[in-house]
């Protein structure tokens, strides 16, 4: 079954700082990945989405990920950090079948120091 | 543009209770989702329609029900309310036939605070 994991729970870094949120993906075939923010009680955002092409995937924010299939990674990049993106960060694959579902990570809660 | 509208935003109820949550998806969209996120944790999925028939059904409790309309929106219904089941409950929409079709655009979510 395709699985998500998102191996850090919280991550804090400072304002101005580089910023890269680790996302695995466990999946037979060409995945279909996803990462979404939510802010505090909020909905969830999509930031960026992979389907094929381009291994550097651009997203809004200033936000991009990098698809490697030899890692089965999909991490997300940002080079530096503004005290507005703390959040949480998901991480999602589609799941391919009928209906497409998605299967997010656990997700990952960065703090933003000034 | 239009977004996912959820309906309502937030929701009280007390346990044994019912409610109903309502979604209305992006015009033109064909198929909904609906996830459930309990209190720090990732948003899981229930259950989606589509053109109105129920296509896949994740960890969805008995006492859920859903369906999807004419009009395409559709409604979660709940029944004999547990503490458990206070959640954020997200609808999200995609168009199937559209080369994106694995996109799926999220609603605000209905907080529901069963007591």
């Known amino acids: 079954a395709q699985s998500v994991t998102q191996p850090d729970i919280h991550i804090t870094v400072s304002e101005g700082a580089s910023l890269e949120l680790r996302c695995n993906y466990s999946y037979g075939a060409t995945p279909y990945l996803f990462w979404y923010v939510q802010s505090p009680g909020q909905g969830l955002q999509l930031l960026l989405k992979y389907f094929s092409g381009d291994t550097l995937v651009q997203g809004i924010k200033g936000f991009e990920a990098e698809f490697k299939r030899s890692q089965s990674s999909f991490n997300l990049r940002k080079p530096s950090v503004h005290w507005s993106d703390a959040a949480e960060y998901f991480c999602?694959?589609?799941?391919?079948?009928?209906?497409?579902?998605?299967?997010f990570g656990t997700g990952t809660l960065l703090a933003v120091q000034p | 543009a239009a977004g996912v509208i959820q309906s309502p935003r937030h929701l009280i109820k007390e346990k044994r209770e019912t409610a109903t949550l309502k979604c209305y998806p992006i015009?033109?969209?064909?198929?909904v989702y609906w996830y459930q996120q309990g209190p720090g944790q990732d948003p899981q999925f229930l259950i989606s329609f589509y053109e109105k028939m129920q296509s896949d059904k994740g960890s969805i409790p008995d006492r859920f029900s859903a369906q999807q309309f004419s009009d395409y929106h559709s409604e979660l219904n709940m029944s004999s309310l547990e503490l458990g089941d206070s959640a954020l409950y997200f609808c999200a929409s995609s168009l199937a036939s559209a080369a994106s079709s694995y996109e799926q655009y999220f609603g605000p979510g209905t907080r529901l605070t069963v007591t």
């Open positions: 999602a694959v589609a799941d391919g079948g009928a209906t497409n579902k998605l299967i």
């Open positions: 015009p033109r969209h064909d198929t």
